[in-house]
């Protein structure tokens, strides 16, 4: 019998949502007290992590921001622990630091930097309880189900990013978000079921050769992942961009074989739309990702139709995403549970600084 490739990811991409709910639970057992911890005066937020972790923390300060009005911004742990006197902010309160393992040797090392500089204080958020980073946090979510086999991350990602917004809520005394997360698992099956079809479909296109995911806002941070999803299962030539930075020059990629993945917003549609409009003219094939997929020029649509605030919702337009990287994967004859070069951990020489 052969066995499937990738059998991890994909499992581990169908029960992302029964991740989100446990991961959801154990926030609300502690929400008082961490609610009242991050409530505390706070000048600004400073996200962190390292590949997907780093991404998730571009969509995590964003929403931050937006929800507390509190100044939020991320880094790559690298630069934090490198450049610490361009990374950290002039006043920071609070570093939150993302990591799947909670053992990468940037985040713990740019953990440091932040811990020498300032008397902020720190959140960290794992999905292994007994990681380094979950032992010297002062405070740690932990990703309940969020735990992964493989090496690409994928429901750790979505865990680990609802646990975050969730500490937003929180920090922004919502418990009406915090309300509008935990109805958010309850689509995910429906949205596999309606959509895979269409990812496998488009994986399996012989003339798309070239990807590109465009999102705005929050959704630059999930553009990100998205992007890196298809690049590290499939090796296609995988970009992402600020939505309406893509006309000022990387659009010259565009052509018949580029499938460009659009991450809409409710705030700046039509501008959105309207780059999708002009890159169809251009010859690419159009995918969008919308709460509502009326009146989009668009080839494909994927309507998330959650009834989810905006802020909330963003961890919906992942998994058929990851289905498409997934499948492309497949096409390629390549094992998504086993990504070229890639480790599912980074750890450096403390002398050396190269690879442990
Ligand atoms: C982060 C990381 C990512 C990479 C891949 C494997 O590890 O190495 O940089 O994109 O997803 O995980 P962690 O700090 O989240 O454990």
Request: net charge neutral; aromatic share 6%; charged share 20%.
């Amino acid at each position: 019998m052969t066995v499937q490739a990738g059998k991890h990811t994909y499992q581990e991409i169908l029960t992302q949502g029964d991740a989100w709910d446990a991961s959801l639970a154990a926030v609300e057992g502690q929400a008082d007290v961490l609610g009242k911890w991050l409530r505390q005066p706070c000048a600004e937020v400073l996200f962190t992590g390292c590949g997907s972790p780093y991404y998730l923390s571009l969509a995590a300060a964003a929403i931050w921001q937006a929800l507390t009005g509190i100044r939020a911004h991320a880094v790559p742990a690298s630069e934090l622990w490198l450049f610490p006197q361009s990374a950290l902010p002039a006043q920071p309160s609070l570093l939150v630091a993302v990591s799947r393992s909670g053992a990468t040797t940037e985040v713990l090392w740019g953990i440091d930097r932040y811990r020498e500089r300032t008397h902020g204080r720190w959140l960290g958020v794992t999905c292994d309880i007994d990681s380094e980073l979950a032992r010297r946090a002062p405070k740690v979510l932990v990703a309940k189900g969020g735990e992964e086999q493989s090496v690409v991350q994928t429901r750790a990602f979505t865990s680990m990013l609802v646990l975050t917004q969730a500490a937003a809520g929180l920090a922004a005394g919502r418990r009406d978000y915090m309300a509008a997360l935990c109805s958010l698992p309850r689509h995910v099956g429906r949205l596999i079921r309606e959509y895979e079809p269409l990812a496998r479909s488009l994986a399996q296109a012989p003339g798309l050769t070239r990807f590109v995911f465009l999102g705005s806002g929050p959704n630059y941070g999930l553009a990100c992942e998205a992007m890196l999803k298809m690049k590290e299962m499939s090796l296609a030539p995988s970009e992402a961009f600020h939505f309406l930075e893509f006309r000022h020059g990387p659009k010259s990629v565009i052509g018949q074989g580029t499938l460009l993945v659009g991450l809409l917003t409710e705030a700046a549609r039509d501008r959105e739309a309207a780059v999708l409009a002009e890159m169809r003219d251009l010859g690419a094939t159009v995918l969008a990702v919308s709460e509502s997929a009326d009146g989009l020029p668009a080839d494909h649509t994927i309507a998330l139709r959650s009834g989810i605030d905006e802020l909330a919702r963003g961890a919906l337009v992942l998994p058929v995403l990851q289905l498409l990287a997934y499948h492309r994967a497949l096409v390629n004859g390549l094992d998504p549970d086993r990504p070229a070069h890639l480790d599912a951990v980074v750890k450096l020489s403390a002398v050396t600084g190269k690879r442990a």
